[in-house]
């Protein structure tokens, strides 16, 4: 394995971190070396036990400034690493904001025909007015997670420019609004689920608040969706086994399913595995629930992962006060992010 001063960012992310925490992200700065993979995989076996998500940004992924070695075949042999570890999102920073869209287009496009399961983001820094060439470098690759800060607020110190700036989210928008992209901020509907639950006399509180918003940005969009629920029933009691039925919609077809199981949210699930198993050849693979406060009315979050024939695996969350309706959600939305993904591998072949 060939050594290089990369950086490493480790990025521990929890979706319904609260308020009173105030450190969502714990950052650690290495040169790459075996040391760090051993810190990786340490820290992500804590995330695994903590309901969190590892993310590992890969530092000057387009270019040495130290005059280190520095290719892009050296950030493929990492990217590899990462992958091997089970690292599923990989963003590429540019800590010095000097980086062509040439470049971008050269990291990406090697990247993402080698590692087609992975998740790549970008991170940039970038002067004023410079962002627009870089950004749809990266779109027109593939690349869908970015980083931005409102008023591009921060940066790199060791940029040497104090105009270098963190890309700003106003310009993100306004590059998303030029090339007629819809972006939806799904305001109405985390305000929607807000309403929904003080209508039924639950004080929403802040812990509510952040897990209904996670829950709400992570949904795949009704424009890309390929399954959707159209209806479900659940029946349990003392002396009844719980029973479920539903009834999906799978690219415009419609299909209705019954299962047994354990308890209603057993039953649910494996009703719609029953269908997807089939249709789509998709499995769940995990599932946690967690309730984000106290109380019998609490707003409980599931997060789920579900992985196809292929070995693939996508996790989604959702968060309601009705788990079971929590658990149907994260699993609809977990399929459609499978199958978006399997589609869209389809079309690169």
């Not at 036990?49 to 387009?62: N, Q």
């Not at 086994?241 to 009834?247: D, L, N």
Request: with cysteine; hydrophobic share 45%.
């Amino acid at each position: 394995m060939r050594y290089a001063a990369f950086s490493l960012v480790i990025e521990i992310a929890d979706s319904r971190e609260r308020v009173d925490k105030q450190i969502p992200f714990l950052y650690v700065h290495v040169k790459v070396g075996m040391v760090i993979m051993e810190t990786i995989k340490e820290i992500k076996k804590i995330c695994q036990g903590s309901g969190k998500e590892l993310i590992v940004y890969l530092s000057m992924a387009f270019g040495n400034p130290y005059e280190d070695p520095w290719s892009v075949d050296l950030v493929k042999e990492w990217v590899g690493v990462l992958v091997s570890e089970g690292i599923s999102t990989i963003p590429l920073s540019d800590i010095l904001g000097d980086v062509s869209p040439q470049t971008i287009t050269e990291v990406y496009t090697v990247l993402m025909q080698e590692f087609p399961s992975t998740e790549f983001g970008i991170h940039l820094h970038c002067r004023p007015g410079d962002y627009y060439s870089k950004v749809n470098a990266a779109w027109e690759c593939g690349v869908r997670r970015f980083d931005t800060v409102l008023g591009g607020i921060g940066g790199c110190p060791f940029a040497g420019d104090d105009l270098v700036s963190n890309l700003d989210t106003r310009d993100l928008i306004s590059y998303l609004i030029s090339i007629r992209q819809d972006f939806k901020l799904k305001l109405k509907e985390i305000v929607q689920r807000v309403k929904d639950l003080g209508d039924k006399g639950k004080m929403v509180t802040d812990a509510d608040l952040l897990a209904l918003t996670s829950a709400v940005m992570g949904e795949v969009i009704s424009e890309e969706k390929i399954v959707d629920l159209c209806d479900m029933a659940v029946v349990t009691g003392i002396k009844v086994i719980p029973t479920a039925s539903v009834r999906l919609v799978l690219d415009g077809k419609e299909y209705i399913a019954a299962e047994t199981g354990v308890g209603p949210v057993d039953a649910v699930l494996k009703a719609i595995q029953k269908l997807t198993s089939n249709l789509a050849k998709i499995r769940l693979n995990e599932y946690r629930l967690e309730a984000i406060t106290g109380g019998s009315n609490a707003v409980a979050e599931v997060v789920i992962k579900v992985e196809d024939e292929r070995g693939h695996i996508v996790s989604a969350r959702a968060a309601r006060e009705d788990i079971v309706m929590a658990s149907v959600e994260a699993m609809i939305n977990g399929i459609n992010k499978c199958l978006i993904k399997q589609r869209k591998l389809g079309n690169k072949k």
